[in-house]
C-alpha cells in the first residue's frame, strides 16, 4: 500500500495477466484494471460505483524486446498517476464526482427517478461537467421527460470532453454509449448504430457497446476480419468508414 499525493490511497495488485489499483480522492473511490488481451492488446479501464467511465486501449509488439509485463506496468501507472494529479488538482470539482458516484450507485438499483433528480441539481452546478450532461440527457431521453433536449445535451457532452482528465477519447465509449441509448429513446435506429459503432471504435471490447448492437442485431463486421476487430488498423478503417456512411 502507497500514500500518493493528495491522500490519495493506491493499493495496487501485480499478476503476469491483470493490474489492480484503488485510487481514494475525497469520497470518490476510482478502480484501475490493466489486462492483456488475446488479440494482442493492453487495456487500461478506470471504474467509479462499478461503472466504466474511461477507457485506454494499446497494442503492443510481440518483436520490441520489451516484456509485456513492463508494458502494461507502464500503462497502468500512467493512467493512475494521471487520475491522481487530476483529482488532487481540481479541488471543488470533487462534488462533480460525487454526484457522478450517486447517479451510477441509484442507476445500478434501478432508482432513475432519484438518478435523475441527482443529475438535475448536479449539471445545475457543473453545467460543463461532461460525463454529468451525458448521463443526464441519455436518462431524460429514456424517462421521456425530454427526448430531444436528452439528445442535445447528448451530443453537447461529447464536445466538452476537452474539460475532462486523459484526453477526450478515453471517454468515448460511455459518452457515446449515452448518446446512442438516447438516440434508440427517439426511435432513431440508425444514428444509434452510429453512436455505438464511435464508441466500440474507441473500445472493440466494452461489454455494454456490444450488448447493444447484439441487441439491434447489427455490428458491421471489421474492413480487415484477418486482422482482427481490437487491431489498430482496424480501428483507423472502421471510424472512416463511419465517416463515410455519415456522409451519405
Do not use: W
Amino acid at each position: 500500500m502507497e500514500m500518493g499525493d493528495g491522500g490519495n490511497i493506491k493499493i495496487t495488485s501485480r499478476s503476469s495477466s491483470m493490474l489492480e489499483t484503488n485510487v481514494v480522492v475525497g469520497l470518490a473511490r476510482y478502480l484501475v484494471l490493466t489486462e492483456q488481451t488475446g488479440g494482442g492488446n493492453i487495456i487500461t479501464r478506470v471504474y467509479l460505483g462499478g461503472e466504466v467511465i474511461a477507457t485506454r486501449d494499446s497494442r503492443y509488439q510481440k518483436d520490441s524486446g520489451r516484456k509485456i509485463q513492463e508494458l502494461m506496468q507502464e500503462q497502468h501507472d500512467c493512467t493512475v498517476g494521471q487520475l491522481q494529479n487530476t483529482k488532487a488538482a481540481s479541488g471543488g470539482n470533487k462534488d462533480a464526482e460525487n454526484y457522478l458516484k450517486e447517479t451510477l450507485a441509484l442507476l445500478k438499483k434501478k432508482q432513475h427517478r432519484q438518478a435523475l433528480d441527482s443529475l438535475s441539481e448536479g449539471v445545475g452546478r457543473y453545467p460543463e461537467d461532461a460525463l454529468l450532461l451525458s448521463y443526464y440527457g441519455c436518462l431524460k431521453a429514456k424517462l421521456g421527460t425530454g427526448v430531444k433536449e436528452g439528445i442535445s445535451d447528448c451530443q453537447k457532452a461529447i464536445r466538452h470532453t476537452g474539460r475532462l482528465p486523459f484526453g477526450a477519447e478515453f471517454f468515448f465509449p460511455v459518452l457515446y454509449l449515452n448518446l446512442g441509448r438516447a438516440y434508440l429513446a427517439a426511435g432513431k435506429k440508425k444514428e444509434a448504430i452510429g453512436a455505438f459503432e464511435k464508441g466500440l471504435a474507441a473500445d472493440p471490447e466494452n461489454r455494454e457497446l456490444c450488448q447493444e448492437m447484439k441487441k439491434l442485431g447489427e455490428r458491421q463486421k471489421p474492413v480487415l476480419p484477418v486482422l482482427g476487430r481490437s487491431n489498430p488498423v482496424n480501428k483507423f478503417a472502421g471510424k472512416l468508414r463511419s465517416a463515410l456512411q455519415k456522409k451519405q
